[in-house]
């Protein structure tokens, strides 16, 4: 059985978690550098990714974390963790860090409020049918990949929602919350392709 744990700093930790379980992994909160050494693979959830960066360096989490992704550790970033896999951010504040790995820009808050969230149904050629339903929750979007990541899905308009770039994965949107299963899927085959 595959080890992961989720990022328990702060966000939406406790549906990951019962998802990751449902799809049969073992999975463990990560809130310290001993707890991180212990799992195969690791998600970062949704929440606020400035809190969650802040968090990281109180814990002495931030550190360990950016070069376990170095190392190869297979993330999922979800919302929030998908700016904090970003190697480049548009509209963080100011101090605000992120952990890196993803080639790629991802802006802060692209969509508006929290009461501008919304649900849709977008395509993912790499998932097949049906269309994922997916929730956006104060989401960003993904500004631009450089040429080590690729597109997993875009909007109507263009603007990319999903990427992923070897052992990475990341997307703007939470499939945790509509039951879509394909993602963290496809993020557990990675961790088990990496034992």
């Not at 890196?100 to 050629?125: C, H, K, M, Y």
């Not at 790499?126 to 994922?132: E, H, K, M, N, T």
């Amino acid at each position: 059985m595959v080890r992961v744990g989720v990022l328990a700093l702060q966000g939406d930790v406790r549906e990951h978690a019962a998802l990751l379980a449902h799809l049969g992994a073992h999975v463990s909160h990560v809130r310290r550098p001993e707890e991180l050494r212990e799992v195969d693979g690791l998600v970062l959830p949704g929440g606020e990714s400035s809190v969650i960066d802040k968090l990281a360096r109180i814990f002495d989490l931030r550190e360990p974390l950016v070069a376990r992704i170095r190392e190869g550790l297979p993330v999922y970033g979800t919302c929030a963790g998908l700016i904090l896999l970003a190697d480049r951010l548009a509209d963080g504040i100011d101090g605000q860090r992120t952990f890196g790995g993803l080639n790629a820009t991802v802006r802060r808050n692209a969509f508006g409020r929290q009461n501008d969230s919304f649900e849709t149904e977008i395509d993912v050629p790499a998932l097949g049918d049906p269309p994922v339903r997916a929730t956006f929750i104060r989401a960003p979007v993904i500004d631009d990949v450089g040429p080590s990541a690729r597109a997993l899905a875009t909007l109507p308009d263009g603007r990319i929602v999903a990427a992923e770039q070897g052992n990475l994965l990341g997307t703007a949107f939470h499939p945790e919350v509509t039951g879509e299963t394909r993602f963290h899927e496809r993020f557990l085959a990675r961790v088990r392709a990496a034992l």
